[in-house]
């Protein structure tokens, strides 16, 4: 099993910046990805950024790159998400999720087998 705790979020204004992190406990797999993903009030659940655990390939969404940068510590089992340039249509409930084994389309929900509680971002305008 694996635990995942987010914490970093808040309230913030337009242009400015937040720092999500998660921290993963229990069983890790080295070949596998964490994840972010954001869910809007009324929204699908959908992908923010990923990092694989081994090689600390990275990938974005189109509407958070250039602004979003996901990082990992290994040692650590933390992962983050550094937020700049927010803008209010980031505002949403942010989750870190961890894949359970290596898979290729990191920015599918049904990719991931663990999910932290999540932790609320609100961008003010």
């Known amino acids: 099993q694996v635990q995942l705790v987010e914490s970093g979020g808040g309230l913030v204004q337009a242009g400015g910046s937040l720092r999500l992190s998660c921290a993963a406990s229990g069983r890790t797999f080295s070949n596998s990805a964490m994840g972010w993903f954001r869910q809007a009030p009324g929204k699908e659940r959908e992908f923010v950024a990923a990092?694989?655990?081994?090689?600390?390939?990275?990938y974005y969404a189109d509407s958070v790159k250039g602004r979003f940068t996901i990082s990992r510590d290994n040692a650590q089992k933390m992962v983050y998400l550094q937020m700049n340039s927010l803008k209010p249509e980031d505002t949403a409930v942010y989750y870190c999720?961890?894949?359970?084994?290596?898979?290729?389309?990191?920015?599918?929900?049904?990719?991931?087998?663990?999910w932290g509680q999540g932790t609320q971002v609100t961008v003010s305008s």
């Open positions: 999720a961890a894949a359970g084994q290596y898979k290729f389309l990191v920015h599918r929900v049904d990719s991931y087998d663990y």
């Open positions: 990092i694989r655990w081994s090689g600390g390939s990275t």
